[in-house]
Nanobody
Framework: QVQLVESGGGLVQPGGSLRLSCAASGSIFSINAMGWYRQAPGKERELVGLITRAGTTNFADALKGRFTISRDNTKNTVYLQMSSLKPEDTAVYYC??????????????????WGQGTQVTISS
Protein backbone atom coordinates (compact mmCIF):
# COMPACT_ATOMS: atom_id res chain seq x y z
CA GLN A 1 0.00 0.00 0.00
CA VAL A 2 1.00 3.60 -0.64
CA GLN A 3 0.20 6.66 1.41
CA LEU A 4 0.23 10.16 -0.06
CA VAL A 5 0.29 13.34 1.99
CA GLU A 6 -0.18 16.75 0.38
CA SER A 7 0.93 20.07 1.75
CA GLY A 8 1.18 23.66 0.64
CA GLY A 9 -2.41 24.58 -0.05
CA GLY A 10 -3.93 27.79 1.16
CA LEU A 11 -5.47 31.13 0.29
CA VAL A 12 -3.76 33.20 -2.39
CA GLN A 13 -4.71 36.39 -4.18
CA PRO A 14 -5.20 36.37 -7.95
CA GLY A 15 -1.87 36.58 -9.71
CA GLY A 16 -0.05 34.93 -6.85
CA SER A 17 1.94 31.72 -6.69
CA LEU A 18 1.78 28.57 -4.65
CA ARG A 19 3.80 25.38 -4.47
CA LEU A 20 2.19 22.09 -3.53
CA SER A 21 4.12 19.09 -2.31
CA CYS A 22 3.13 15.46 -2.01
CA ALA A 23 5.23 12.89 -0.22
CA ALA A 24 4.71 9.18 -0.79
CA SER A 25 5.41 6.47 1.72
CA GLY A 26 4.79 2.76 2.06
CA SER A 27 5.31 0.49 -0.92
CA ILE A 28 7.23 3.02 -2.97
CA PHE A 29 8.46 0.34 -5.35
CA SER A 30 4.88 0.05 -6.59
CA ILE A 31 4.85 3.61 -7.95
CA ASN A 32 5.85 4.92 -11.32
CA ALA A 33 3.75 7.97 -12.14
CA MET A 34 2.87 10.61 -9.58
CA GLY A 35 0.95 13.78 -10.07
CA TRP A 36 -2.02 15.99 -9.43
CA TYR A 37 -5.71 16.28 -10.14
CA ARG A 38 -8.06 19.00 -9.01
CA GLN A 39 -11.76 19.17 -8.34
CA ALA A 40 -13.88 22.27 -7.90
CA PRO A 41 -17.30 22.12 -6.21
CA GLY A 42 -19.89 20.64 -8.53
CA LYS A 43 -17.32 19.71 -11.17
CA GLU A 44 -15.58 16.54 -12.21
CA ARG A 45 -12.09 15.73 -11.10
CA GLU A 46 -9.71 16.88 -13.83
CA LEU A 47 -6.12 16.14 -14.65
CA VAL A 48 -3.49 18.71 -13.78
CA GLY A 49 -0.41 16.67 -14.57
CA LEU A 50 1.37 13.36 -14.17
CA ILE A 51 5.06 12.59 -14.26
CA THR A 52 6.95 9.30 -14.29
CA ARG A 53 10.23 8.51 -12.58
CA ALA A 54 11.95 9.09 -15.90
CA GLY A 55 10.30 12.47 -16.43
CA THR A 56 7.65 11.61 -18.99
CA THR A 57 4.58 13.78 -18.47
CA ASN A 58 0.93 14.08 -19.28
CA PHE A 59 -0.09 17.64 -18.54
CA ALA A 60 -3.27 19.58 -19.04
CA ASP A 61 -2.87 21.81 -22.09
CA ALA A 62 -4.85 24.63 -20.51
CA LEU A 63 -2.45 24.84 -17.57
CA LYS A 64 0.84 24.69 -19.42
CA GLY A 65 2.80 27.88 -18.94
CA ARG A 66 1.33 28.62 -15.52
CA PHE A 67 1.72 25.29 -13.74
CA THR A 68 4.80 23.10 -13.61
CA ILE A 69 5.11 19.57 -12.29
CA SER A 70 8.32 18.08 -10.98
CA ARG A 71 9.47 15.30 -8.70
CA ASP A 72 12.35 14.25 -6.55
CA ASN A 73 12.72 10.50 -6.77
CA THR A 74 15.11 10.36 -3.83
CA LYS A 75 12.45 11.94 -1.62
CA ASN A 76 9.48 10.18 -3.22
CA THR A 77 7.92 13.59 -3.59
CA VAL A 78 6.08 15.32 -6.40
CA TYR A 79 5.60 19.07 -6.64
CA LEU A 80 3.21 21.40 -8.38
CA GLN A 81 4.38 24.96 -8.89
CA MET A 82 1.44 27.22 -9.63
CA SER A 83 1.86 30.77 -10.89
CA SER A 84 -0.39 33.55 -12.15
CA LEU A 85 -3.20 32.01 -10.20
CA LYS A 86 -6.78 32.76 -11.15
CA PRO A 87 -10.05 32.40 -9.24
CA GLU A 88 -10.89 29.55 -11.61
CA ASP A 89 -7.98 27.60 -10.14
CA THR A 90 -9.83 27.33 -6.84
CA ALA A 91 -10.28 23.64 -6.10
CA VAL A 92 -9.23 20.78 -3.93
CA TYR A 93 -5.96 19.51 -5.33
CA TYR A 94 -5.37 15.79 -4.99
CA CYS A 95 -2.07 14.04 -5.18
CA UNK A 96 -2.12 10.73 -7.00
CA UNK A 97 0.19 7.83 -7.73
CA UNK A 98 0.07 4.98 -10.19
CA UNK A 99 1.58 1.57 -10.65
CA UNK A 100 3.59 1.11 -13.85
CA UNK A 101 0.78 -0.83 -15.50
CA UNK A 102 -1.68 2.04 -15.01
CA UNK A 103 -0.08 4.31 -17.59
CA UNK A 104 -0.48 8.06 -18.00
CA UNK A 105 -4.03 8.38 -19.25
CA UNK A 106 -6.02 11.43 -18.18
CA UNK A 107 -8.90 9.63 -16.51
CA UNK A 108 -8.71 9.63 -12.72
CA UNK A 109 -10.09 6.10 -12.80
CA UNK A 110 -6.63 4.91 -13.82
CA UNK A 111 -5.00 6.15 -10.62
CA UNK A 112 -4.21 3.62 -7.93
CA UNK A 113 -3.56 5.83 -4.91
CA TRP A 114 -4.88 9.17 -3.71
CA GLY A 115 -4.03 11.70 -1.07
CA GLN A 116 -6.66 13.38 1.06
CA GLY A 117 -6.53 16.60 -0.93
CA THR A 118 -5.44 20.12 -0.10
CA GLN A 119 -7.61 23.18 -0.59
CA VAL A 120 -6.36 25.92 -2.87
CA THR A 121 -8.42 29.09 -2.84
CA ILE A 122 -7.72 32.03 -5.12
CA SER A 123 -9.62 35.08 -4.00
CA SER A 124 -9.21 38.79 -3.50
Amino acid sequence: QVQLVESGGGLVQPGGSLRLSCAASGSIFSINAMGWYRQAPGKERELVGLITRAGTTNFADALKGRFTISRDNTKNTVYLQMSSLKPEDTAVYYCTARRPSSGLGSTPLASDYWGQGTQVTISS
